[in-house]
């Protein structure tokens, strides 16, 4: 099969970053008059056959032997037309832009990558010079120049006056402020020539050091949010650092440039912003603000990059996976600073090139196909806290704003439980779709950890759902004193806790974000509505929390932060009533709660006989309220009962 050594090639590169970022490069195979080339918009690292596109190499080598209009956009879209036309019959997909470029190797194997460090060469100012020292005089070089046909011809020019003075075909083609293109044969003598080429640059220049490096959540859960609303509003603002980012940030102020090739022009801008660090936050805040809103006013975008001097940066998107992708191609604009110190110093693109690049149809169409099927969900770009998130209501409601687009921080006092439930939201809704953290709500610097981690995670906090809780059933006389606390610092105490260091996030979320909305939402219970016969510390924290929640809904909507409760029935499925050992049907049966009851079967019975529904609440029906909670404009202190008619409002 023709495509066996190219897939395998585009797989082995395509899947190390040391070679592409984001779907980035593209290869082909020749075979037999046809030439398969990557499609636009799909990614080596998973490319399988399906994601070529079949072309026929006589009408692609007419393309680059035709006359075309003088106007440049009409040119562009004529040739477009041509090479779509080349496409053997039945084939879909739009082939690489680079797909010309790639028919005018003889050889049968062609790879184009964008390693970052051979890009320290490409982007050097003394790039020519260094390609030829290092990777020898067959290299042939090519000025920087307007990527699609204009790239294609001009590397054809270069590529026949090569073989004119050499009697040679190229087999390596290097492009300033672009990326190198390797051609052979055979797979073992393409990978041999790539190998030889980054070993030079390797041996000529110190590697940097990108490596993700840690830091404190404290210091930068003070700013993530501020960043976050000045940027996405919704969405991520992932902070990263490494020792090679912090040292160049020195060097940057202001409004940077970033245009070293093409890549970093289309996923995060041609420029960044950097603000010094400064202790004092208020005029932290206020140099983060200014900065962002002159470069909106002079770029006419917002930035998707923010470094803060000597800390690291944070990577702005509407979605972990874009964020992630910014994340990885500033840190390759990093290396191939640092790479090209070695070769002259770093060399930008051309302003012109820059503005090129910005309106290019073919890489909005590239970036429009890797980010297909991200459409909008209903929690789209939310980050919410989940406590006792890792079973039962809180895992059960985790899960559905997972599934509805939010990421969500599984926080409990099981971290085990809580990273093993994680790990299954993120491959079963997407990485970015959940993390874990450990925290014990009655625990005031436990929960001001957790709000810290998650800013410093995903950058910030728009739902804090409260549902972590404990029940110890008893009457008066077996009711102890320490267990009275318990219930009262985990059921009513922590309530407090929670929205106190809560609130101070979204403060700032709303104060950087006018007409933003945040919510604060207290799983509570229907024993919160009505006393609860032999459970009245449960009952009695339940009905607190009720007054704080309205307490703190008064306090709190000034800053735009609704406060509301949702008060389920009984959850008679869940684990908290069927655990067989500490379970409340057991608890009720031991305590001679159910008069006449005998087993824990009379026990439940007796429960969903009290409901007008004649069943327990379950996760869907409390999830309803969730969202209603959450979507709605206009109430704040409420105490929404999900109870199937138990208990109604009066």
């Not at 023709?2 to 290869?27: C, E, H, K, M, Q």
């Not at 209009?69 to 997909?93: N, Y």
């Not at 501020?226 to 980012?245: E, H, I, K, W």
């Not at 024993?527 to 929640?549: D, E, M, Q, R, W």
Request: proline share 3%; with cysteine.
């Amino acid at each position: 099969m023709p495509l066996t050594d190219i897939i395998a090639l585009s797989n082995f590169y395509g899947s190390d970053p040391d070679y592409v970022l984001a779907g980035g490069g593209n290869t082909s195979v020749k075979e037999q008059g046809v030439l398969y080339v990557k499609a636009s918009g799909t990614r080596l690292g998973d490319i399988t056959a399906e994601g070529f596109v079949a072309l026929s190499m006589e009408k692609l080598t007419a393309i680059t032997e035709k006359t075309y209009s003088d106007d440049e956009k009409t040119a562009e879209a004529e040739v477009l037309a041509d090479m779509m036309a080349s496409r053997l019959p039945g084939m879909s997909g739009r082939p690489s832009v680079e797909a010309l470029l790639h028919a005018l190797f003889p050889q049968k194997l062609v790879v184009h990558l964008h390693p970052a460090a051979v890009n320290g060469v490409t982007c050097g100012a003394e790039g020519m010079a260094a390609a030829k020292r290092l990777w020898g005089e067959d290299c042939v070089w090519l000025d920087e120049i307007k990527p699609g046909y204009t790239l294609a011809m001009g590397a054809k020019a270069a590529m026949d006056a090569y073989k004119a003075a050499s009697g040679k075909d190229a087999d390596l083609l290097v492009m300033q402020n672009h990326g190198i293109f390797f051609a052979s044969d055979t797979k073992d003598e393409i990978t041999a020539l790539i190998d030889r080429a980054m070993a030079a640059v390797k041996a000529a220049a110190e590697t940097p050091d990108t490596a993700d490096a840690a830091f404190d959540d404290a210091d930068v859960a003070a700013i993530a949010p501020v960043v976050r609303s000045l940027t996405v509003v919704d969405g991520y603002a992932c902070f990263f650092t490494n020792a090679a980012l912090k040292a160049q940030s020195e060097t940057w102020a202001g409004t940077t440039l970033c245009a070293m090739t093409p890549d970093h022009i289309v996923y995060i801008g041609h420029a960044f912003v950097c603000v010094d660090r400064i202790e004092d936050l208020e005029a932290q805040y206020a140099a983060i603000e200014a900065a962002v809103k002159a470069f909106v006013a002079e770029n006419g975008y917002v930035p998707k990059v923010v470094v803060i001097k000597g800390l690291g940066a944070f990577a702005c998107a509407s979605s972990w996976k874009d964020a992630q992708t910014i994340k990885a191609l500033f840190n390759d604009f990093v290396k191939i600073n640092a790479y090209a110190a070695s070769f002259g110093g770093a060399k930008l693109m051309a302003d012109s090139m820059i503005a090129f690049i910005r309106n290019w149809e073919v890489e909005s169409y590239r970036k429009s196909v890797s980010m297909a099927g991200s459409a909008a969900k209903r929690m789209a770009g939310k980050i919410a806290i989940m406590t006792g998130g890792a079973q039962g209501f809180g895992a059960g409601l985790a899960e559905e704003l997972c599934k509805n687009g939010a990421s969500v921080v599984i926080a409990d006092i099981n971290m085990a439980g809580a990273e093993a439930f994680a790990n299954t939201l993120n491959e079963k809704f997407g990485a970015g779709s959940a993390a874990a953290a450990a925290c014990d709500v009655s625990n005031e610097e436990s929960v001001k950890a957790l709000m810290d981690k998650t800013c410093a995670h995903f950058g910030g906090l728009d739902v804090f759902v409260s549902n972590a809780g404990i029940v110890r059933s008893g009457g008066l006389e077996e009711m102890d004193a320490k267990t009275f606390d318990l219930m009262t610092r985990v059921n009513y105490v922590a309530f407090f806790h929670c929205t106190k260091y809560a609130s101070r996030v979204m403060k700032l979320e709303t104060r950087f974000a006018p007409g933003k909305i945040c919510d604060v939402i207290q799983i509570n219970s229907k024993s919160g509505l009505t006393g609860s016969n032999k459970n009245f510390a449960y009952a009695g924290a339940k009905f607190g929390g009720i007054g704080l929640v309205q307490s703190f809904a008064l306090e709190l909507i000034p800053y735009n932060i609704k406060v509301n409760a949702i008060c389920p029935g009984n959850f008679l499925n869940g684990p908290l009533w069927m655990d067989p050992e500490r379970g409340l049907f057991v608890q009720y049966l031991r305590a001679g709660k159910v008069p006449g009851a005998k087993t824990v079967e009379d026990v439940k019975r007796f429960y969903e006989a009290k409901v007008p529904m004649n069943r327990g609440c379950e996760i869907e029906d409390v999830v309803t309220a969730l969202f209603y909670a959450i979507e709605q404009k206009y109430e704040t202190g409420q105490a929404i009962p999900v109870t199937g008619g138990q208990n109604m409002l009066k």
